[in-house]
């Protein structure tokens, strides 16, 4: 106070006609001493009175009311000497709150046993003491999602010194044994979040070809990541599996799309479309905030990160970078959301979590798969991103071992994210624009641009309460019921004939467009087509003239050949779904470059098959059991599930690895 009352005109702690250093010293300390009885007594009251505010408006409040209380603070002080401006009130809260924070923090990082107790205060007024159901002997589980962060981009990671918290896990220094392993899964067709978090905390991902696609019955557009979208996708699948979830024995979700059947929830998007205050999917934000320090250091941050990405995005267009895609408007803020807000909002609630001794605990962190859509995932700036996560999972290990029962750390991510150009800048028109050419439909003249990174932009809408727009790829429903509409998610387009109620068969749009399916196999920039066909079920249409039934795919050959294993029983499944759209066409996919072309406006995109996007990562603690037996390839979210219920059941057993013949019967089931 001292300081800043010095360097601001608009700040004074003695009267107009001067007084004594001891006097203006006494003033000081008097006024700070108000200041933080006022923050620890009355800022918990504010932030619950304002529960209906959205999360991100009251991360601007924070700063106001933070400097209302400086105001209170110096007119309570018994000198009455103090005063300021409210403008500059603002400033001088912000700044004695990042000291106070930072002054802590400094104070404890040497004594461990202050840490300890500091982190055990904060479990117990946060959450009234453990609350763990199979006691503080039986070790729980912390499932931590890396958004899109590939197997071949983690390894790469790790060798290369970005991630030393899970290289020490790998391969720790001194010669000790690893504690972590760390494997490659293969996603659905549908290599997107919401089939593979769906599938991972729900059991069943059936009926989700897409991130998004169009329903006919309802004439919508179904969105994973919309609220209601994300709430009617969760229902269902309860309703086919007849379980809660991966987290209905006292379990906490975290910055997910779905609640996995937890109790404690804090910004699960299924949830986010209730109002009023028992909206839990937001109560991570007044938890996180209710810390004024917290705002001050995450507002700090955020601004950090907003200069950050206008420097690179800057960097990248007057080196003439290719491919690149716009980051202008407002995406700086997404960006600084989803890699500031969002991360230190989401830890601080799995540290909760852990202090609390919860049993299970799923979080997801979007940071790196933000970035690396706009920036590529092999770039500088996805690198720093993976050092910032790195640096989360370090301090959730940390707290690991101050909580009062053990826990498993898994990391793991939902998919890979796949390199290219977009379709669109390799041939100028989008994939709408070519599919209603090739139906004799006009064109228009300017294309309008599809939204990117829809993750953080659906979260960051949620945050303000904004209403659910479409915001992916072609016509949405709603227009002429005769023409097509056509959706992207990554490199996987669906056209759908909404005047049609049932899918059409590829002699009914032959007879219709006779053009189309043709034309769309026969493109440069398509891999292969799938549609229905009266004739054998199902065939994949390709170039020069291919067509395969689908009974008779096999990985390698045909339409598939350059799609790598797995390829054929990926599309076999999703042929079976019943809201697979009228035509599904993925991209093409170069085996030599790994790089497919999005439909999307990405760089780095994901949602079909082609390359690093289909091969996440699985890291788990060696005192676990394998997840799959005899180097078997773990191909699915919902084999997933069926890993992660295992390893739930051994956390609650004794810690006994399953033998080959218990692996096999969980296999079966």
């Not at 998004?212 to 709430?231: D, F, I, L, Q």
């Not at 071992?401 to 796949?418: F, K, T």
């Not at 990562?617 to 919902?638: I, R």
């Amino acid at each position: 106070m001292l300081v800043l009352a010095a360097l601001l005109p608009d700040f004074r702690l003695q009267s107009a006609g001067g007084d004594s250093a001891t006097r203006i010293a006494v003033t000081a300390a008097a006024g700070a001493g108000v200041f933080g009885l006022l923050s620890s007594l009355v800022w918990p009251l504010l932030v619950r009175l304002l529960l209906l505010v959205p999360a991100l408006v009251l991360g601007l409040l924070v700063f106001f009311l933070n400097g209302s209380l400086l105001l209170l603070a110096l007119r309570l002080n018994p000198s009455g000497r103090g005063a300021v401006a409210p403008e500059t009130a603002v400033v001088v809260a912000a700044a004695m709150s990042a000291v106070a924070s930072a002054t802590g923090a400094a104070l404890a990082v040497r004594d461990d046993d202050a840490y300890r107790r500091r982190l055990y205060r904060l479990a117990d007024r946060r959450h009234g003491g453990p609350r763990g159901q199979a006691g503080t002997a039986t070790p729980g589980a912390v499932f931590v999602q890396l958004d899109g962060v590939g197997h071949e981009v983690l390894r790469a990671a790790v060798d290369r010194g970005l991630m030393p918290t899970v290289a020490s896990w790998l391969a720790p220094s001194g010669g000790d044994a690893p504690t972590h392993r760390l494997t490659a899964w293969r996603t659905d067709w549908s290599s997107q979040t919401g089939a593979s978090q769906l599938g991972i905390l729900h059991g069943s991902n059936h009926d989700v070809p897409a991130f998004r696609w169009y329903e006919k019955e309802s004439r919508e557009v179904m969105v994973c990541n919309r609220p209601t979208g994300a709430a009617e996708l969760q229902r269902r699948a309860i309703e086919r599996t007849g379980d809660g979830g991966l987290l209905t024995v006292d379990g906490a979700s975290r910055g997910n799309l779905f609640s996995g059947g937890a109790d404690q929830l804090a910004l699960v998007l299924s949830v986010a479309a209730r109002r009023g205050r028992e909206n839990r999917s937001r109560a991570g934000y007044f938890a996180y905030f209710s810390d004024p320090a917290n705002a001050v250091r995450t507002a700090m941050s955020f601004v950090a990160d907003v200069g950050r990405e206008i420097g690179q995005s800057t960097r990248a267009r007057l080196a003439r970078r290719r491919p690149r895609v716009g980051r202008g408007g407002l995406y700086p803020l997404v960006r600084a959301f989803a890699t500031v807000v969002e991360r230190d909002v989401v830890v601080a609630a799995v540290i909760g979590d852990m202090l609390a001794g919860r049993n299970a605990v799923y979080a997801d962190l979007v940071a790196y798969d933000e970035v690396a859509h706009h920036s590529g995932p092999h770039s500088r700036d996805a690198e720093d991103v993976l050092r910032r996560l790195d640096r989360s999972l370090a301090l959730l290990a940390q707290v690991a071992e101050h909580a009062p029962r053990p826990y498993r750390i898994v990391v793991l991510s939902d998919h890979g994210q796949s390199p290219g150009e977009t379709f669109r800048s390799r041939f100028g028109l989008s994939l709408d624009n070519l599919v209603r050419a090739s139906c004799a439909l006009p064109v228009p003249r300017r294309v309008e641009r599809t939204h990117s990174g829809a993750e953080a932009r659906t979260a960051v809408r949620a945050a303000l309460r904004r209403p659910e727009v479409e915001n992916g790829g072609g016509h949405p429903a709603g227009g002429r019921r005769s023409e097509p509409v056509v959706l992207a998610s990554g490199n996987l387009g669906l056209v759908s004939f909404p005047d049609v109620p049932h899918r059409m068969s590829k002699e009914e749009i032959d007879r219709r467009h006779p053009a189309l399916l043709r034309t769309l196999a026969e493109h440069p920039g398509v891999g292969f087509v799938l549609v229905r066909s009266e004739e054998c079920g199902g065939v994949v249409v390709g170039a020069h003239g291919a067509e395969v039934p689908v009974g008779r795919l096999t990985d390698g050959t045909g339409p598939l050949a350059a799609f790598g294993p797995g390829a054929a029983d990926a599309v076999r499944r999703t042929h079976g779904f019943p809201h697979t759209a009228d035509i599904m066409v993925n991209s093409a996919y170069d085996p030599d470059t790994g790089e497919v072309l999005a439909f999307e406006e990405q760089i780095g995109s994901h949602g079909g098959l082609g390359g690093a996007q289909g091969r996440p990562f699985l890291l788990w603690p060696v005192t676990l059991s394998e997840p799959a037996g005899d180097g078997a390839e773990l191909v699915g979210a919902e084999r997933l599930h069926q890993v992660f219920r295992r390893w739930l059941r051994e956390c609650d057993g004794p810690q006994v690895p399953l033998s080959g013949r218990a692996e096999e019967g969980e296999r079966a089931a």
